[in-house]
């Protein structure tokens, strides 16, 4: 027994032993290999920037083998593979990127305050001018939302999905709105992919003209019959209403330039025709096309053109044509609180502006402009041949549309 008792203690003393062994054993193995896993000082990673301090058993501290990815952001490094010094300045180029920041947030800051400023006095300009408070008259300035005819509500665009009001103004980059806004819509398919456009660029541009892509005010009546109004009043209420605008001298060259400065035979017949034979004293019958009429030189002059929208003639028969019409006409802002009034002259940083006021800019982009973009510099060029008289009488014509979007008299061309 007494043996048999030595043995059992002999076991148990054995077993402790061991368990001892393997304990110290496991925790200096563990303790060496986890050394290197532990997190980092500064927290989480960044994707874009980060360090990554790589060990093995064979490396110490100072032989560790470091794979950098570097940009502006931190870098992140274990504690361990610094030095006093090397931490001493991470914490100052990590409060340095800390100042960046609070600058560079102070700019964007600074940024959306001035657009803020500037779009408040646009708006501010065209309550004004509206209120009658520089003493400027012109037709439909008092007059209720509700008696602006249906028919003059055909420029007013409604996204529902989006809950979009867009006033679109021929010669101000309305081509390219138009395609934003077939793309938000959805009301195009793509004939190579059977969906919708979900680029604007792609949007053929002579298709996004055709009046049946687009969902108008002057449209309601046929869809809601007596409840059109009263669906007017909650979709301005409530959408996001935006234009664009250019200076209306420039406007005016574009629409001559775009219309009248190559052959194009609807304007030709409907207008350019009647120009030639009111004020040309073209002798005999006049060419049948637009073609012909450029082969034998026989094109509207920009002083007919002039003449045609100041003879009073032209609005007794038929009102102008939305390429020269006012904007204060087409998109009735006196009657239509608009939310965003953007400029051609600043049609990019606008553009970019209003998509991330409509909160689609992280889905559509706007397209590039035209090249040829018809300049406020050529002004005098274009007016150099026409009469004082007549250049002061086209200024009263368009002046609600120069007052109320804060474009400057044009002196060099009424003096």
């Known amino acids: 027994m007494g043996i048999w008792r030595g043995l059992r203690a002999a076991f148990i003393l054995g077993s402790l032993f061991m368990i001892l062994l393997i304990i110290v054993y496991w925790d200096d193995v563990g303790g060496f290999n986890f050394y290197s896993l532990r997190e980092p000082k500064h927290g989480s990673l960044h994707s874009d920037s980060f360090s990554v301090i790589t060990t093995g058993p064979s490396l110490s501290p100072s032989t560790s083998t470091t794979v950098s990815i570097t940009s502006a952001s931190k870098k992140l490094i274990p504690e361990e593979s610094r030095g006093a010094a090397g931490e001493e300045g991470g914490e100052d180029e990590h409060e340095q990127r800390k100042e960046e920041t609070r600058e560079d947030e102070a700019r964007e800051r600074d940024h959306i305050s001035a657009d803020y400023r500037e779009q408040k006095a646009r708006k501010q300009r065209i309550m004004d001018v509206c209120l009658g408070k520089d003493g400027l008259e012109f037709p439909g300035r008092t007059r209720a939302f509700e008696q602006v005819p249906n028919r003059e509500l055909d420029h007013l665009i409604v996204d529902d999905t989006h809950q979009i009001i867009y006033c679109y103004v021929p010669k101000v980059a309305c ?232 474009y400057p008299k044009p002196d060099s061309v009424l003096h």
Request: proline share 6%; with cysteine; charged share 20%.
């Open 175 to 406: 081509t390219n709105w138009k395609r934003v806004m077939v793309v938000l819509s959805q009301s195009l398919i793509s004939p190579s992919s059977g969906q919708p456009y979900t680029d604007p660029e792609a949007v053929p541009p002579d298709l996004v003209h055709n009046s049946s892509l687009h969902l108008t005010f002057a449209k309601f009546w046929h869809h809601y019959g007596s409840l059109s109004r009263h669906l007017m009043a909650l979709k301005l209420q409530h959408y996001t209403k935006f234009l664009f605008v250019r200076d209306p001298f420039v406007r005016l060259i574009s629409a001559f330039r775009n219309k009248f400065g190559r052959p194009n035979e609807d304007f030709y017949r409907q207008f350019g025709s009647v120009m030639l034979r009111r004020y040309g004293n073209v002798s005999g019958s006049l060419p049948e096309t637009a073609a012909e009429a450029f082969a034998a030189g026989v094109t509207p002059t920009f002083q007919q053109f002039i003449t045609y929208l100041l003879d009073p003639e032209t609005e007794s028969e038929k009102m102008f044509n939305e390429h020269w019409r006012q904007v204060y006409r087409l998109c009735h802002p006196c009657q239509v609180k608009y939310d965003f009034i953007g400029r051609l002259e600043s049609l990019e940083t606008d553009a970019e502006q209003l998509l991330k006021l409509l909160k689609v800019d992280d889905m559509i982009h706007f397209p590039s402009g035209a090249q040829n973009r018809t300049a406020a510099s050529w002004e005098r060029d274009w007016f150099a041949q026409i009469p004082l008289t007549m250049r002061r009488e086209l200024y009263k014509l368009y002046e609600p549309d120069f007052e109320m979007f804060g």
